[in-house]
């Protein structure tokens, strides 16, 4: 036999070898797409929070230590769907930091004013936010801490809100609560979803 | 004084990561505390913070070292204070330090100092770069 004669079985052998191939990989694509999607939609949390600041489950402080901070919290929000960044900045202390769920980081009223300046001209311009609570604490007198779940939304309020956020509070000497420090993260369903498949421990009692 | 003791709060629950000791971390924690993780889980509890991590530390954390590099200590009245660091848990040294974390913690009842809150988020240069482009505005001033 001449090396022509074998060539068009060779040929065949490989395009069978990458047809398997192909099929293969679609096959394990599809799947991780399908497994990708099954983890996303099965991923919400069971702990929403509850939209009205002051209903807010509290852990110390007085009922005038809850409203106060709550004032606080929806003068922010209200600022924000303003697009007012003078009024959103004077609800945080003057040496307060702000860090985003890209991780920037503000130092100061001042810094993060300006930001959020040049955010509701640009970017965030007639965005709207949505907050949902879902616990508040008191440390001494003048501290609070508030967790909640949020984002920011154009047209209808979003019913998942995709980012979580804890709050610092302190009373200043006028009387006002400010945030003293504000962090976002943005929630990450699929790797939450994995660390709870495998390793269940990892799941917070709030979610079982 | 207090400043110390607070940095020594936090290399405290950096040794209890580094050794893998759950139940340690967990103590540096009061027992109200919240732990918000860069992918947005909320832990509840010094209890709860440490159960959970000592299966991290059995599983996806294990072998890693946590790296935190203090940015800043501000102090609110005598018990309390916020603290903003850099850092990244690695096996090894971390090429960067990726997280941003925000600790508030306070003098708790025993006088001792512990985190009352915690939330880090993972640091997106790419989205930032794009946000400073095209809107200068949100470039920090500090940097």
């Known amino acids: 036999m001449t090396s022509a004669d074998t060539r068009p079985p060779r040929t065949s052998r490989r395009r069978t070898l990458v047809r398997a191939l192909g099929a293969t990989a679609l096959g394990l694509a599809v799947t991780a797409t399908g497994g990708y999607l099954w ?38 929000t209200a600022a924000w769907d303003r697009n007012d960044a003078d009024a959103f900045g004077a609800v945080f202390t003057a040496n307060a930091t702000y860090t985003t769920f890209i991780g920037t ?3 100061g009223r001042e810094d993060l004013t300006a930001a959020h300046r040049a955010l509701f001209g640009g970017f965030l311009k007639g965005s709207k936010l949505a907050d949902s609570y879902l616990g508040m604490r008191f440390y001494a007198t003048d501290v609070a801490v508030v967790t909640t779940r949020g984002d920011r939304y154009d047209g209808d309020r979003p019913v998942e809100l995709s ?17 003293a420090s504000f962090h976002n993260t943005q929630r990450q369903p699929v790797m939450e979803r994995i660390s709870y498949l495998f390793d269940p421990q990892t799941r917070p009692r709030a979610e079982r | 004084m207090d400043t110390a003791e607070i940095r020594t709060l936090l290399a405290r629950s950096q040794d209890a990561w580094n050794s893998g000791d759950g139940a340690a971390y967990g103590a540096c924690f009061t027992a109200d505390a919240t732990d918000v993780t860069y992918a947005g889980t909320v832990y509840h509890g010094g209890e709860e913070i440490g159960r959970a991590h000592q299966t991290l530390f059995d599983s996806f954390l294990k072998g890693t070292r946590l790296t935190v590099d203090i940015l800043e200590i501000r102090h609110y009245g005598a018990d309390t204070a916020v603290v ?3 850092g990244e848990s690695a096996k090894g040294q971390p090429r960067k330090l990726g997280k941003l974390a925000t600790y508030t913690v306070v003098r708790d009842t025993d006088g001792r100092w512990r985190i009352a809150a915690v939330q880090k988020t993972q640091h997106k240069p790419l989205m930032e770069a794009v946000s400073f482009r095209f809107q200068p505005g949100t470039r920090p001033a500090a940097r």
């Open chain 1, 39 to 76: 983890l996303d939609q099965t991923s919400d949390v069971r702990d929403t929070g509850v939209t009205e600041c002051v209903t807010v489950t509290t852990d110390g402080g007085t009922d005038a230590d809850l409203r106060g901070v709550c004032s606080t919290l929806s003068a922010m």
């Open chain 1, 105 to 107: 980081h503000y130092r």
């Open chain 1, 163 to 179: 980012k979580t956020q804890t709050y610092t509070l302190v009373r200043e000497p006028d009387g006002q609560w400010r945030i």
């Open chain 2, 84 to 86: 903003v660091t850099r």
